[in-house]
């Protein structure tokens, strides 16, 4: 199973991420967003970041799930190349832990490819069929 796609939208680009549950397609979509931004393969999972986040429903979580990665990104000076996420139901929401490992940014090392300005509400879905699919826009 490939763990991402894109997909293009005027102006900004979209991706498919798989998985077999949840996690993994969590997982596969925040690689999907670092390899917008640089070539994931280059980048040395070697500093680790853990953060936990609740949302109302999967849809709220995979977009606070993907604006906390690019916070991270942006105020650590980091790039992420491997996610390791937990998602749990509870009664009234889904609560995710997240430890995310990459390391500092450095031009001279890491491919620059796209900026990614905000992760966009708009057409992203969460289908938890046999394999489970993500579908998010990020704006350019």
Known sequence: MKKFEYFDVTADIGFYAFGKNLNE???????????IISNT???????SIEFEITSEDEVSLLYDYLEELLFYHEVEFMLFSEFI???EKTDDDYHL???IKGEDINWDKHERDCEIKAITF???????????WLKAIVDL
Do not use: R, T, Y
């Open 85 to 87: 996420i937990e998602i």
């Open 122 to 132: 708009h057409q992203m879905e969460v289908n938890m069929s046999d394999d489970v």
């Open 25 to 35: 397609a969590f997982e596969n979509a925040g690689l999907a967003i670092f390899n």
């Open 97 to 99: 832990k997240a430890i």
């Open 41 to 47: 393969d280059n980048i040395n999972p070697q500093k």
